[in-house]
């Protein structure tokens, strides 16, 4: 059956380069310029605007699942080492609990446009505040990832192709 799949290139994968990132960054964007618009929304008395913050949540819990395909799949190719283990498996963890989040607040959003899409109580607020925390704490785990331990960079790759890591 392994011999259906392609190759595995340079970086540890079967695909020209890592497409969990590309896609995350359109989650990270929609999620925190949702709550920006309802914050203006809100205190700006532009009530328009929480119509765009909606769309952008929808759109953003949608992406995260091809976020978390992806990120599962490229995780299981990056043969991580040593501390990058446990803050792979955190920021795994950690995105799987976001699209939890992401999918609660979006219907918990629909529910508050079908009754009043004028208004938007300040416990939603607060949760669009958690949601950013939690947004930038999976960033600095997944910057951590790249940018200290190097998964799915070609010289890493090497050396764990090589037996050095």
């Known amino acids: 059956m392994f011999e259906l799949l ?8 079967p695909w020209m380069d890592t497409i969990h990132p590309i896609v995350v960054h ?5 999620a925190l310029i949702s709550v920006v618009f309802d914050l203006i929304g809100r205190f700006g008395r532009r009530p328009a605007l929480f119509e765009v913050s909606f769309w952008n949540l ?3 819990t949608v992406a995260i699942f091809v ?3 992806f990120g599962q799949i490229e995780a299981g190719l990056a043969s991580p080492y040593g501390e990058a283990s446990t803050i792979l498996n955190l920021h795994s963890t950690l995105g799987w609990s976001l699209a939890g989040v992401l999918a609660l607040l979006s219907g918990w959003r629909y529910v508050i446009r079908s009754r009043d899409p004028l208004q938007l109580p300040p416990a939603f607020l607060g949760a669009g505040a958690l949601l ?8 600095l785990l997944g910057n951590q990832l790249v940018w200290v331990y190097g998964l799915h960079t070609v010289p890493v790759v090497e050396a764990v192709r090589a037996g050095l890591v």
Do not use: C, E, Y
């Not at 392609?6 to 994968?13: F, V």
């Not at 359109?26 to 929609?30: H, L, N, P, S, T």
């Not at 925390?133 to 960033?139: A, N, R, S």
């Open 58 to 60: 929808l759109v953003a």
């Open 26 to 30: 359109f989650v990270i964007a929609m």
């Open 132 to 139: 950013s925390v939690l947004v930038v704490v999976q960033v």
């Open 67 to 69: 976020a978390i395909i």
């Open 6 to 13: 392609p190759p595995l290139n340079d970086r540890n994968l």
